[in-house]
């Protein structure tokens, strides 16, 4: 690292740093629905990214809209992106859980395969009907710009929008999880299925809502990707990986795992990236997890659960 | 004799598949189809390697690996680095900048051979290194997983992600592996040309003998006393685990096993096609390979053939006229094969082949027992 004075290493560590917090936001409302959904039924979702995608390009049609047929509301459409994206992405979830989830809980490999073939159904979806090109909605002009405490660092206004939503969304999920009384069946589920049914709780009912919820956050995490980068019909394969290695390495059904764990990730990838190239970076964060993983499998944080 | 019927044959059903496999890809598919289409073929077929492979692992092991596209690209790695060393010797490559290092080494600045590219200029090293090396690897993976006891989708996402990492080093790393173009531009084995069609018809028949003989040698896995622990920790491991076996070990084996045979299907794919890049390397086509082996049939070593070549097939008919409809194809026949038939073709051929069969043997026994048949003719009129 010569050649940096104190300085300048600080300002880059500050804003490399922020770029890290940009890629962490994304990577963990990501990873908060996948591990919701992960923990409580043991399904791997490999079709998030494309509900990410879901959510991307439902604010990109929202912006398109607003655009052409009221210039006026442009500064505000976004918040309402964001819900649509949601919904949009949650209803879709709901329907994949009917359609197709509940029939393979008890062949966990099969819920995989399946999940992959939808993501390829939806992948051409986006192809077909937005194209292949890569599409970014337009910004309202508060998300751009940057602020600058000092000279040398820059920070931009659209990472911190994204942080502070992020924030949210996981307060949300943490009152809806810890303090409510559907978290409460949830957990329960999760826990221990059998019994919960027997005092009553409709466990097909949780599940069915616990997904789509999983999948409204990757819509969530869709709307704020798109202040950050453009999307295209395979931007959600990009992140799936890394999704995964976020609630493997951070530990299944613990969302405070998930939550250290995609800061880790995201940081470590964003600070080596400035000194190596970034697909350096990429390996050797990869690999680090990988060789953790092979001494700790059960993560960082793990929770105990009964199967 | 009977040993070899009943081990090697799986018996009078596993005989006949077999047999009608060696004659569609031995003699139907050569007569049928021109050069250029039976080098497709070939290609298909070392796919089905990995299917093989992913039938034992996952079928019957009931580990999916979700990375055998890293063992099939070892071994096509390995393969083409010894044809790259040969291609590019200081006469070939007398107009670079450093005579005597392949192209895109020379394209990246590099003024001598890396040291892993070295002994890859003996043949005899190649083809231990094709057998030995994704076994090792295989072996390194799997006993670090294994031994903690970590199966199922866990596994598959290691597998994964490091099927993704060995990618990104591939394509990142040009000046060593060629980037994202792979190593291209073979051209001879030995001295001997492998572009020309003879070469190609000769490496097609050589491929399927090592097709037929990995099948041979994972059924005689498969009918083994292994082969009953394998389908007994499938369904309960915990049992075998109590009853004094070692889990891990007969996992880690299978595994290896699996690994080494996506290999060979590696290296004669780059024998065949020409080249190697990392796109046979990473989740895409890792997972492509289990769709061959779902659709062909997960417990069934012939099946996973038929459906490598039906995928395939149908991958490139549709991908040459309807390119968009494919996906949505592939994307379908993802979700039915899990939903509706879970034993693939194999699994249909069984439930609803003896219509087939009894037919066959009606219209035999029409000729055969003619008596019975004027007979029974006879009852219905009288």
Redesign the interface.
Known sequence: MGGYTYNELGAIFAMQGFAGISLFSVLLLMALGLAIIFGQMGVINMAHGEFMAVGAYTTYFLSTLTETYFPGFMPYYFLFAIVLAFFVAGALGYFAEYALIRHLYKRPLDTLLATWGLSLIMQQTFRSVFGAREVSPGLPDWLLGSYQPTEMIDIPLNGMFVLALTGLVTFGVFYLMFKSSWGLHVRATTQNRLMSGAVGINTKKVDRYTFALGCGIAGIAGAAFTTIASTGPTTGTLYIVDTFMVVVFGGAASLLGTIASAFSIAQAQSILEFFISGSMAKVFTLLTLVIILMFKPEGLFASKVRR | MSFAYDKLMGGKNGLTGFIILAILILIVFPLLLDSFRLNLVGKYLTYAFAAVSLVLL?GYGGT?S?GQGIFFGLGGYAMAMFLKLEASSPENTAIQSTPGIPDFMDWNQLTELPWFWEPFSSFTFTLVAILVIPALFAYIIGS??FK???G???F???T???A??LT??I??QQGFTGGINGITDLRTLNGWDITSDSAKNIFYYVNCFLLLGVIIASRYILTSKFGRLLLAMRDKEDRVRFSGYDVANFKIFIFCFAATISAIGGAMFTLQVGFMSPSFVG?VPS?EM??FA?VGGRMSLIGAVYGTLLINFGKTAFSESFP?LW??L??????A???FF?NGLAGLWQDYGHYITDRFKSVKNLFVKPASATKATTVENS
Not at chain 2, 330 to 335: A, R, V
């Open positions: 996952w999916l979700l670090a997983m903690r006891r970590v199922g989708v866990y598959a996402i290691i994964q992600v490091i993704v990492i990104v080093l394509v990142g989740i997972i289990v769709i779902a968009e996906l949505f592939m994307g379908g026949l993802f979700i094969v899990v939903m879970p």
